[in-house]
């Protein structure tokens, strides 16, 4: 096998789940719903328990399904998402001083809008034309449309780096944490939430656990996380798992991944009972956040 483990870059990589569909780049749909699937199998280090694509793909090949990425989905389900950044700014407060905040594939800016109003600083960059145009024209954010690790962006300017549900969809996680530590001031803080690999649920979901999906070619658990951490140089601070609230609709909608049938017979019900539209956090202990102190400068 020709690549070497993305988390503690060992060459120790083993067979693990058959999910390769071989539709090729153009199977690169940014998707909720079609879990099961992946670009290619994954494998699984023996060393660091990571799992990874045994095919990684390009980076042109995902920046193109990024940039064309767009969801309606994702503008009705505001509220919950608005909930789910409050949550994770308490977070981050709690651990730096400054108020400078810069996230990362900042999709439609639903958290760069709550940081705003937090009187944070906030800036965001989000290859999707769709969601960064939502972002500037919609919500007034100071947002670039563009790659996510060549932005031009100044150096040593932020206090907190967010990157939400993006670290497991990138091919070189090593090299964009690099870039983290060029961009946080000292002291400060990176925030990573992302689907959790080694928990109970995606061990016994196996291949039809709802985070994999076409488009992630990472599968972190906490020990290949914190491996990647701590071998680029930060130091995690804080690691919890990460629910996200959303409406009942929402959770009901995505269960058409496994059964349409049940999917809908299930969102008839709610809606007759009043439920659909009622936000809910379950936690499924399958989601983590992990908050991270930037590397100490050189020197
Ligand atoms: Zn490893």
């Known amino acids: ?9 060992r060459d120790a990589l083993r067979p693990h789940l058959r999910v390769g569909t071989g539709a090729g780049p153009e199977g690169l749909i940014p998707t909720t719903d079609r879990f099961g699937s992946a670009l290619a199998d994954i494998v699984r280090c ?3 328990g990571h799992g990874q694509l045994e095919r990684l793909p390009t980076e042109a090949e995902l920046s193109t399904a990024y940039a064309e990425a767009a969801s309606e989905d994702y503008v009705e389900e505001e509220a919950g998402q608005r909930e789910t950044a409050r949550r994770t700014l308490e977070r981050i407060e709690s651990r730096v001083e ?5 996230d990362l594939g900042c999709w439609v800016g639903f958290l760069l809008a709550e940081a705003r109003d937090r009187g944070w600083g906030a800036r965001g960059v989000e290859p999707s034309t769709f969601a960064s145009d939502y972002a500037r024209d919609r919500l007034g954010l100071e947002v670039i449309t563009g790659d996510l690790l060549e932005a031009d962006l100044p150096h040593g300017a932020f206090d907190a780096i967010v990157l939400g549900d993006v670290i497991e969809h990138l091919p070189r996680p090593s090299e964009t944490l690099d ?5 946080l001031a000292p002291g400060g803080v990176v925030c990573l939430i992302l689907p959790d690999a080694g928990s109970r649920l995606a061990r016994v979901m196996g291949a039809r656990w ?3 999906l076409p488009t992630h070619v990472q599968y972190f658990t906490r020990g290949s996380l914190e491996v990647l951490l701590r071998r680029r140089g ?8 990460a629910p996200k609230a959303f409406t009942v609709r929402y959770y009901l909608d995505r269960i058409a991944g496994y059964s349409p049938a049940l999917s809908r017979a299930l969102v008839g019900l709610a809606g007759g009972a009043g439920l659909a539209e009622r936000m809910w956090a379950p936690d499924f202990r399958d989601r983590m956040l992990v908050i991270a102190a930037a590397p100490a400068p050189r020197g």
């Open 98 to 102: 400054g108020r400078s905040l810069l």
């Open 210 to 212: 709802w985070s994999v």
């Open 46 to 48: 023996a060393a660091c």
């Open 179 to 183: 870039r983290l530590a060029e961009l």
């Open 1 to 9: 096998m020709s690549e070497l483990c993305q988390a503690c870059g």
């Open 234 to 241: 930060f130091e995690p601070l804080h690691l919890a798992t």
